[in-house]
């Protein structure tokens, strides 16, 4: 076995892994993802380098990667205005690396790894699902005994990660013949979903089943403009989102939401959509929710509103985006999940349904739960798309690479 094949193979058991090492630590999937795409860009470069260069570089040519890198870029120039540069920075630093990964990932490894690593994958992510649903029925006893952090919500970044990462994988299964496996591995997540205390990962699965049940059964444009509904309500209305919940959600809904602290959301929603509304175009800079409560956009908010925004982040990434990179920021990302639904349209029916799941699940975890920036959901993200375009991906054809001594001497 060449060293190119070994390295591969490396780098896909790596990405096979990451459900199951997010399990036992809920913050190691960018290290996975790092090292995965270490392993594959290292088999790529030994294989053949201008091969290489073009699968990383020629989605950068497209409209989808130029808006990409608008986006990216526009991130970058927001530096120049933020307050605090050392915060922006290691916000950068979390996530520039992490997203740089999961790309490598998801150009270099559909189609490239070895048979059986979706079979593998499966069973990772069904281990891991089965120690997580122990772990919560015996009151946390392996955290206890390991001496980890006793509290439920560890699991919440597992789970998130599982949530993505499983339809694709059974997509992929069921295109190689394995249903039972996929049935199996979709069974164990839903259970562990639904018996975790991630009220975000319950919607997402509801959302992201839902999405992928309409677009099965509608038609293919009715499908995609509903996603298209989901995606527009979603950047328009994330900085009204806390006065709309706050003059529509009942109290008895408060109550029934106690646990996730619904009253607190909405507070913490009600204040960021006040600063955007205080600075819409530029925003406060890139990186900044950690201490937005400090930014000078605060100085002209009402004081009733500043309370709630020392949080850390708005609990909605496109609420987010709004506040840390204003309009600009908002039409840009706005643009970017447009052509990816643009995208989706022209996939295989199968392949698309996968996708507007995962888009839909998505959508709804980042309409309501964590910051927009950190790494642990966007490995999470690349290896979802590397799980789409792998089911789909003809397996690559390698060219034995030519030994130029004996060459020459063949020559001479």
Not at 226 to 242: D, F, Q, R, S
Not at 344 to 361: D, E, K, N, S
């Amino acid at each position: 076995m060449r060293a190119s094949e070994r390295l591969r193979g490396a780098g896909a058991l790596v990405l096979a892994a990451l459900p199951l090492a997010m399990a036992a630590a809920n913050r190691s999937s960018p290290a996975v993802m790092a090292l995965s795409a270490v392993l594959f860009l290292a088999a790529a470069l030994a294989e053949d380098r201008r091969a290489a260069w073009v699968a990383v570089t020629a989605p950068l040519r497209t409209a989808a990667g130029l808006t990409a890198l608008a986006f990216l870029g526009w991130c970058c120039l927001s530096l120049a205005w933020s307050p605090f540069p050392a915060l922006s920075w290691r916000t950068a630093g979390e996530f520039g690396p992490t997203l740089l990964a999961a790309y490598l990932v998801a150009r270099l490894a559909p189609g490239r790894m070895p048979p059986g690593t979706a079979l593998a994958a499966a069973w990772m992510m069904g281990l891991a699902g089965v120690y997580i649903l122990a772990d919560l029925a015996a009151d946390l006893a392996v955290q206890k005994a390991l001496g980890g952090r006793v509290a439920y919500f560890i699991f919440n970044r597992p789970v998130l990660t599982m949530l993505l990462l499983v339809g694709p994988l059974a997509a992929v299964l069921v295109r190689r013949g394995h249903s039972l496996a996929a049935g199996l591995v979709g069974f164990v997540v839903a259970a562990t979903i639904l018996c975790s205390v991630s009220g975000a990962a319950t919607l997402g699965l509801l959302a992201g089943t839902g999405l992928a049940l309409a677009a099965w059964f509608l038609p293919r444009r009715a499908g995609l403009g509903l996603a298209g509904a989901v995606l527009t309500l979603a950047v328009i209305l994330a900085p009204v989102e806390g006065d709309l919940l706050h003059r529509l959600m009942p109290e008895a809904a408060h109550e029934r939401l106690v646990q996730s602290s619904s009253r607190a959301r909405v507070a913490i929603a009600r204040g960021f959509g006040a600063a955007v509304s205080a600075d819409p175009w530029r925003g406060a800079g890139y990186g900044t929710a950690g201490r937005f409560a400090e930014t000078p956009v605060t100085e002209a908010m009402d004081p009733e509103w500043r309370g709630m925004l020392a949080v850390g982040h708005p609990h909605n990434s496109f609420l987010q985006v709004w506040a840390e990179l204003g309009l600009v920021g908002a039409g840009l990302m706005a643009a970017l999940l447009f052509l990816a639904l643009r995208a989706i349209a022209a996939l295989p029916r199968l392949q698309a349904v996968t996708a507007l799941g995962v888009l839909g699940a998505a959508t709804a975890v980042a309409f309501v739960e964590h910051g927009a920036w950190q790494g642990w959901w966007v490995a999470g993200l690349g290896g979802a798309v590397t799980w789409l375009r792998d089911g789909w991906a003809a397996p690559a054809r390698v060219t034995p690479a030519i030994d130029a001594p004996a060459e020459a001497r063949r020559a001479a």
